[in-house]
């Protein structure tokens, strides 16, 4: 019980800003249960071709070191991330980014990502549902272009699946 409760509060970290490198929502953002998934909101709408990446990182606390595409993300070595010395890209899924839904295969489920909104400034609102069998959750992130957030999900106490988004 005491891993599990390390990681609901390792994944409310990767959720402040500088920690996990994703942003609150801002006052006026409207939560995901009032607003229809299938409609976002006005001026929503990204640039044509906007697309996001959704990685997937095998994290564990062996000796191989991390991958070379991952070293860049300076996020990863930061808390609760750097708690981890072997990290693997087990996946990198591009998927459109837009009003539709789009749907991206983990390995223990899916990642179903839906942009909610676009600020003037050019920051995305997106969400995430996660589904993994009969359970499921939903996670809404605010990032620019180029700025990668993450959210860790678990299934043992030394090694965890973590999750990025990167809207590009």
Known sequence: MRARSWWLAALALAALPGLGGA???????????????????????PAAGTQIDVLVIDASGGD?????????????RRA??????????????????????ARA??????????????????RYTFQV???????GGNLTFVASAGEPVFTVRSS?????????????
Do not use: C, K, Y
């Open 80 to 101: 609760p991330f750097n708690m981890f010395t072997t990290m693997r890209l087990v996946s990198r899924s591009t998927l459109p980014l837009g009003g539709a839904p």
């Open 129 to 135: 549902a996660l589904a993994q069998g009969a359970r």
């Open 156 to 168: 043992r106490a030394d090694r965890a699946m973590i999750l990025g988004f990167i809207v590009r």
């Open 105 to 122: 295969a983990l390995p223990d489920g899916t990642a179903t990502v839906t942009l909610v909104s676009r600020a003037a400034d050019g």
């Open 23 to 45: 942003a609150p929502r801002s006052a006026g953002a409207v939560s995901a249960g009032q607003r229809s998934a299938q409609q976002p909101a006005v001026g929503a709408q």
């Open 64 to 76: 191989a070191g991390i991958d070379r595409g991952l070293a860049a993300l300076s996020q990863l």
